[in-house]
C-alpha cells in the first residue's frame, strides 16, 4: 500500500517544519496536533531518556549538560558561541502510538557534531 492510500490516519504531534517536511515527500496526508504540554517541566538525567519521554523535541548535549531549544534570540546566540571549538551532540527521538490499540514504538538516536 504507497504511503499516499494509508488505511490510517497520521498524526504529527510536532510543529517541527523538518518532520512536516519529512512526511510531506514521503507522501503522507497528516493532521498536525501538538500537544500544550511545558516541555521545560519534564526532567530526566539522561538525554535519551529526555527526548523518549519528550518524543518530539531536539535535545542537544554540550560538555554533559543538556540544552534544550533555546528560549531567546540571545540564548540561541550564547549556545552558539559556546559551541565554538568544541563538540555537541543532537540526541532526538520519534514515538509513534497507534490510538486504536495504544501500542506504542520509538526510539532516539544521536549525532555528535
Known amino acids: 500500500m504507497a504511503a499516499g492510500e494509508s488505511s490510517f490516519k497520521l498524526i504529527l504531534g510536532s510543529s517541527s517544519m523538518a518532520r512536516q517536511r519529512i512526511l510531506a515527500e514521503m507522501g503522507y496526508e497528516f493532521t498536525i496536533m501538538t500537544a500544550d504540554i511545558d516541555e521545560k517541566s519534564i526532567r530526566k538525567e539522561k538525554p535519551e531518556d529526555l527526548v523518549t519521554a519528550l518524543a518530539e523535541a531536539k535535545v542537544v548535549v554540550y560538555?554533559?549538560?543538556?540544552?534544550?531549544?533555546?528560549?531567546?534570540?540571545?540564548?540561541?546566540?550564547?549556545?552558539?558561541?559556546?559551541?565554538?571549538?568544541?563538540?555537541?551532540a543532537v540526541v532526538g527521538s520519534v514515538l509513534v502510538?497507534?490510538?486504536?490499540?495504544?501500542?506504542s514504538k520509538g526510539g532516539w538516536e544521536s549525532a555528535e557534531e
Open 97 to 103: 502510538t497507534n490510538l486504536r490499540t495504544g501500542a
Open 63 to 88: 560538555k554533559g549538560m543538556i540544552r534544550e531549544k533555546p528560549s531567546s534570540e540571545e540564548e540561541a546566540r550564547e549556545y552558539i558561541k559556546g559551541y565554538s571549538g568544541g563538540h555537541a
